[in-house]
Every structure is written in structure tokens, then in C-alpha cells.
């Protein structure tokens, strides 16, 4: 029907396709008949216009496929991409054209994001939402172009966070023993959290002492394996494809929930692989125990890396096994603490000996021939 009347509104709208081409507004009337009047008016004006044609509307939905269409055929396509994209799509409504999607629509769907999580990950997401009305705004309607710089949250910048020898003791002490060697081998390796979990069996090769992950971005890469990573590896059990599990602690019956998406059901006491948010309680819990402040899972990655540049000096190697690709983000781990401060003061004092006792300044001595 070209005219019609929303049950939240008193005002009739029209929507009509004329040569492939949708058109829809307001007609700004409250009876039937003078709307009628006014969408056959628009319909002649649009009918009889000679200049350009108008670009023909696109839903989200279709949008958010020709993105992903994009990203894999430049093989950048990757899990994180396909979450994200799905947030979007679900979160605004995958059948409304971009062309309906205002600013205060995106506004409130990131507002909404934000109450769930981090600055940073809605951030993330206004990354992966922008390039999908930028790549069909030259074919497509798109409306006015959103302002994406005006959606974004703002996030703290944090440095890392190092995790002390004493500290690590009280964790470590704290921690579930299924959770232990997880973080464990997170620390020894300077992995983020994501390679740890996704880590297989098939992926090991234990001759060259390597494994081949998936690493940010969707691309592979070959890491090195330490003799602690191997022994941590070595005491795991062989359960399913991937390396580290965690024990059930308490069971629940299949469900699915309200995207769609099916859950299996857990038994208590057996293993299964890390769920992508499944660690959090325990860790916490352990963190709390163990009385360490604003310390995150990801730190254990910035640890490994500043004990690294600290023991070695070395930043390429530093980079090649935390897997930068470029130097600028290895030199996030060179910060200095107290203790490297106070060790380098003390060196630095010429004025001192060993025992604390000052050492006269001498006269320098006078020279010349007789």
C-alpha cells in the first residue's frame, strides 16, 4: 500500500517503488484521503524528474554482507569480524535500510553496547560498523553519513600492568587447578588469551619444539615453544581437540538462547574447552583472594614481556615472540618500575661505596715538566 499509518503515529506515510527506485517519507496529513492526494503528487514529481537518478535503498542486513564479502575475499575476514558484525545486525534490526538509521538510532545501540561492555570493545565495534556503510555509500542510499568520531567512547589509557614475583605466588596459590596451568602457560608464553584458548593438539609440533596458532586478525603464525610451555602442555590431558580444558563445576541442561544460538549441556566433574568468557569468575575470585588490584588476564601478557626486554634488552626478540609487528608497540613493555629506577640510582652514585660510606673528593694534582 503508498500510503499508510504507523499504530504509534497519527500521521499517514508514504512508500512506493517507481522504476526500481523506493521511495517513503511523510506525507504530514491526518486523513487518508489527503495523503493519498499527496504520495499521488510525489509520485507524478518523482515520475516526470529528468535529473539523476536516485540510488536504490540497501537493509543493513544486505550491507553487512557485502562487507563480509570484502573482508574475505582480502583474506581478512575472522570470528571476532563475524561477532561483531552480528552484535550490529541484531542490535539495530538487520531489515532496516540505512537510509532509516539516524544518528540517534546508532547512538542508542552503542549506548546500549556500553552497559554490557567496555569502552573499548563498543569502540571496536563502531570500527567494524563504519566500514559497512562506507563500502555500498557510492552504490547504495545511505542517508546522511553518520558521524562516527561522535559515537565513540572514551578509554582511559591504562600502562601495563606488571604482575610481581609476590604477587604471582598469592595467585597462583589461589587459582582453580584447571584454571592454574591456563594462566600459567598464558604468562610463559606471552599469548593473548584467545591463542591460549584456541589452541589444539594438531597445532603442536613437538620435533621442531613450535605451534602454529591463530593469531589477531585471522592470519596463522608459527610460535616457538619454551621448555616450561612444553612441560605445561605435557600435563594436560588429552581431551577433545583443544589443549587446555577446564573441570564443569556445576552442570546445566541444553538451552538456546535469545539469538538463536544453541548451547550444549554441561556435566559436572567433566572437562570441556574454554568458553570465551567461562574463566572470568574464577579469576576474579582469585584475584580477590589473593588481594591484587586492577591486574588483568591480558597483563599476564605485559608481564612476559617486560620480563623479557628486562632480562634480555633484546626488543626484537621480544616482538618476534609476542608477535608485533611493529617495534613501537614492543616498546609499551619497556616501562621502568621502582626497583629498576632504584638499582640504576644507586649505580649511578659515584659518590658512594659499597658500604655507604661517602668518598672524599680529591684534588686533581697539578702536572707540567721540570
Known amino acids: 500500500m503508498a500510503t499508510y499509518k504507523p499504530k504509534t503515529s497519527s500521521i499517514f506515510l508514504y512508500d512506493f517503488v517507481l522504476k526500481g527506485v523506493r521511495w517513503h517519507g ?44 570484502h573482508l574475505r575475499a582480502n583474506g581478512k575476514w575472522s570470528a571476532t569480524a563475524d561477532y561483531l558484525i552480528a552484535n550490529i545486525v541484531s542490535g539495530i534490526g538487520g531489515d532496516r535500510f540505512l537510509s532509516d538509521i539516524s544518528q540517534d538510532d546508532l547512538r542508542r545501540h552503542f549506548a546500549l ?10 569502540n571496536r565495534e563502531i570500527e567494524v560498523a563504519r566500514p559497512i556503510w562506507r563500502r555500498v555509500r557510492h552504490t547504495y542510499d545511505i542517508g546522511e553519513m553518520p558521524d562516527w568520531g561522535q559515537l565513540r567512547y572514551s578509554v582511559a589509557e591504562q600502562d601495563p600492568r606488571e604482575l610481581y614475583r609476590d604477587e604471582e605466588d598469592r595467585l597462583f596459590d589461589k587459582l582453580r587447578p584447571d584454571l592454574r596451568d591456563f594462566a600459567r602457560f598464558a604468562l610463559a608464553s606471552g599469548w593473548r588469551l584467545k591463542e591460549v584458548r584456541h589452541l589444539r593438539w594438531s597445532d603442536l609440533n613437538y620435533v621442531e619444539c613450535t605451534a602454529r596458532i591463530i593469531i589477531k586478525g585471522g592470519k596463522t603464525a608459527q610460535r616457538p615453544l619454551s621448555e616450561a610451555m612444553l612441560l605445561l602442555i605435557a600435563n594436560q590431558p588429552k581431551i577433545g581437540p583443544f589443549v587446555f580444558t577446564y573441570v564443569c563445576q556445576r552442570g546445566r541442561k541444553a538451552f538456546i538462547d535469545s539469538k538463536g544460538r544453541k548451547h550444549p549441556a554441561r556435566l ?5 574447552c574454554f568458553t570465551q568468557w567461562g574463566w572470568r569468575r574464577p579469576w576474579a575470585w582469585a584475584l580477590a583472594e589473593a588481594g591484587i588490584e586492577s591486574f588483568r588476564f591480558h597483563d599476564l601478557r605485559h608481564t612476559r614481556g617486560t ?12 616482538s618476534k615472540a609476542l608477535g608485533h609487528t611493529n617495534l613501537k608497540t614492543t616498546m609499551r613493555y619497556a616501562h621502568a618500575s621502582d626497583a629498576d629506577v ?9 659518590r658512594r661505596i659499597p658500604d655507604g660510606r661517602e668518598i672524599a673528593d680529591e684534588k686533581p694534582q697539578k702536572t707540567g715538566s721540570n
Open 342 to 350: 632504584r638499582r640504576d640510582l644507586d649505580a649511578s652514585d659515584s
Open 26 to 69: 511523510t506525507t504530514g496529513c491526518k486523513t487518508k484521503r489527503d495523503a493519498e492526494a499527496v504520495e499521488a503528487k510525489i509520485r507524478a514529481e518523482k515520475a516526470l524528474d529528468t535529473g539523476k537518478r536516485a540510488k536504490p535503498v540497501i537493509t543493513l542486513d544486505a550491507a553487512a554482507a557485502v562487507y563480509e564479502a
Open 268 to 272: 559436572e566433574g567433566e572437562r570441556y
Open 307 to 318: 620480563r623479557m626486554i628486562r632480562q634480555s634488552g633484546n626488543l626484537a626478540t621480544t
Open 113 to 122: 553496547r556500553a552497559g554490557k561492555v567496555s569502552a573499548s570493545s563498543v
